[in-house]
């Protein structure tokens, strides 16, 4: 009697199911998908892990993607959203290095845990990235932790956790640096071009050699393949190229170049502009406004800079838009990396953190809402210019969100806005003058006498009251 031929069918039907099955995405492991075209059109047809894969070869420019850092966070997104581990992950290394959104450190981590823990090596790379500069956002360098869990993700054959160990190496991984084995770790990156940043990094380090000193060929051969990268969009390109050139002493082409990686996402470029900015000297930098140096700050902050001055001057910025929803969400963010910029000895930050005491919404924040707070720091940085003058009297004359001005406020309101007048600001040389002057009575005039003759607000007395209100919140030591 013959078998039925049922069992023979299914094992064939299985096998072609399994044969149609979408393969696990290799992109992060720098192989490329056959068909390009095949899996951009499929991704833009909504399959999540199309969408996953595509992003990935877009992020570090495999098999000639360009990169476009909008449609990488879009892709991942909603290929997270679907609940794919890839996208998931994907979305992860976006907060944590800006691509295409601001970086979020928080949310960075939530992803990179979530694809950690179901095996995605991305995810636990990006933790490790998160412990190692964990320093530059008011936490302790984890060491450790970043040489672990890059180990264990380039065992897998993730490409830039690979990258990473190769800097590791180069930094020390067990005593002396091995800046041999770091360099041959990244040849065999650059060789197999697989990842841009390896050839960057080359490239970087050879300009910095004596030419007789570098290996030509491979300089040549990096130069070219970072202008390759460069075509495509890639920022880490875009920013090397501008480093050759300003190293060449040619500054207006290395200033082109950094304005298209800032525009990119690269922090590092960002950074720069914001340096490079001069509004006095065309011959210096770029000429830029004072508008202007506060939107580099910006720029520079959102993807990642937490440079004391770009904090400061981000945060200026911040404030002059303190009622849009997205600035009060910010503010807890903001208020820790302010305190971390004035922990540096940069004093303006005093100026700032008044403000987002001042402008913080009560309802939203009612732990930092703090005016009483705001004009400790005005008055302790109030021997400083105008600026803190002129905050401190429009925070005691014109209080926000339903307070009221007390008479003792207002007559420390017009010390502070006359001297903040005498010392350049506009604002208390016109109409803000005038306004307070509506509020004034026979008994605020007296009192505001005695409050200039007792040399208020810069006096050594009251910026000691207010030093010492600060030591007790633990803003100074």
């Not at 970086?103 to 412990?131: N, V, Y």
């Not at 997205?326 to 971390?340: C, G, R, V």
């Not at 700032?352 to 009560?362: K, M, Q, S």
Request: net charge neutral; hydrophobic share 35%.
């Amino acid at each position: 009697m013959e078998k039925p031929l049922f069992p023979y069918f299914t094992v064939i039907a299985i096998a072609l199911l399994i044969s149609l099955a979408p393969a696990h995405a290799q992109a992060w492991k720098s192989v490329p998908a056959k068909d390009i075209p095949a899996l951009k059109a499929k991704a833009e047809k909504g399959d999540p892990a199309a969408k996953a894969e595509y992003a990935y070869h877009s992020l570090i420019c495999l098999a000639d993607v360009p990169y476009d850092q909008n449609l990488i966070f879009r892709y991942f997104s909603e290929s997270a959203a679907k609940g794919n581990m890839e996208g998931i992950a994907g979305l992860a290394h976006c907060y944590q290095f800006s691509v295409g959104t601001v970086m979020d450190r928080e949310k960075a981590r939530t992803l990179a845990e979530k694809s950690s823990k179901a095996g995605h090596p991305i995810g636990t790379k990006i933790i490790a990235s998160l412990a190692v500069t964990a320093g530059n956002y008011g936490g302790e360098r984890d060491w450790d932790t970043w040489v672990k869990l890059c180990k264990e993700s380039a065992e897998t054959g993730c490409t830039s956790a690979r990258y990473n160990m190769a800097l590791i190496y180069m930094d020390g991984i067990e005593g002396e640096p091995d800046l041999e084995e770091g360099v041959r770790r990244l040849r065999e990156l650059h060789d197999a071009r697989s990842f841009p940043l390896a050839t960057t990094w080359l490239l970087n380090h050879m300009g910095h050699l004596p030419i007789e000193k570098r290996d030509s060929d491979l300089y040549r051969e990096c130069y070219d393949l970072t202008h390759h990268y460069a075509d495509l969009g890639e920022p880490e390109a875009l920013y090397t190229l501008g480093r050759c050139h300003q190293r060449a002493g040619d500054e207006q082409t290395a200033l082109a170049y950094f304005f298209e990686a800032a525009h990119r996402g690269s922090r590092k470029s960002w950074e720069l502009l914001w340096l490079f900015r001069s509004p006095q000297d065309d011959s210096v930098g770029f000429r830029s406004t004072l508008r202007d140096m506060g939107n580099l700050g910006k720029r520079a902050y959102e993807t990642g800079s937490r440079l004391p001055r770009v904090v400061t001057q981000a945060g200026e910025e911040y404030m002059r838009h303190f009622k849009r929803p997205e600035t009060q969400a910010l503010m807890p963010i903001l208020e820790k990396d302010l305190l971390n910029s004035l922990a540096t000895g940069n004093c303006n930050a005093h100026d700032v953190l008044g403000e987002l005491y001042e402008r913080a919404d009560p309802k939203l924040h009612p732990e930092i809402s703090r005016p009483d707070l705001a004009i400790a720091h005005f008055t302790y940085h109030s021997n400083h210019g105008w600026s803190a003058l002129s905050s401190m009297a429009s925070a005691l004359a014109f209080p926000l969100y339903g307070r009221k001005a007390s008479d003792e406020d207002i007559a420390r309101a017009m010390v502070a806005g006359e001297k903040a007048g005498k010392k350049g600001s506009s604002k208390w040389k016109g109409p803000w003058w005038q306004s307070l002057q509506k509020k004034v009575t026979p008994a605020i005039k007296k009192r505001y006498a005695e409050l200039k003759a007792d040399g208020y607000p810069d006096s050594d007395k009251y910026r000691e009251e207010a030093r010492e209100i600060l030591v007790a919140e633990g803003h100074l030591e």
